[in-house]
């Protein structure tokens, strides 16, 4: 008697061949099984009163499909907000992102893929005087962009405090 196996892998499902969820233009993207965690967050001095926040941060998209949805800047990098503040909550200002205020002729897809997806981030604040060891808290959320804020979806980081260099 002839016995044959077959054996299935029994790693993770190859993400490029992923079922896609296109959400159309003007439509509210679905984030609800996305999820964000933000590590590595330090403020560091990178010159003469020049002053740089950076971190890691891991977007965990648990939908079982690739998420896809029109937008003009089409990484993840350019729809992060990031907001800082002191005790008092005083805002902190960032420096500009190189590509902030270029305009696209058209929407192009941003996918976010299945699994988790880690990317690093830097940013400028302008120089404020600040006590050495001062906690900062910081704010930081994905927002799939949308005309309309009803429409808006977002995903928030848990918030978090980095030390003032």
Known sequence: ???????????????????????????????????????????????????????????????????????????????????????EGTTLHLGKRPLEGLTLTEPRPLKIPIGITTRSYKVSVLPVFREKGSPISARIRLHAPSRYDELRSSVEAPNLQVIWP
């Open 1 to 87: 008697m002839l016995l044959t196996l077959a054996f299935t892998s029994c790693g993770d499902p190859d993400p490029s061949k992923a079922p896609v969820i296109n959400t159309p233009a003007g439509a509210k993207v679905d984030l609800s099984k996305v999820t964000m965690l933000v590590t590595n967050a330090q403020i560091t001095l990178v010159g003469e009163n020049k002053f740089q926040l950076s971190f890691d941060y891991a977007v965990n998209n648990q939908a079982g499909a690739i998420i896809a949805f029109p937008c003009l800047h089409n990484q993840m990098d350019n729809l992060l907000e990031v907001n800082l503040s002191d005790q």
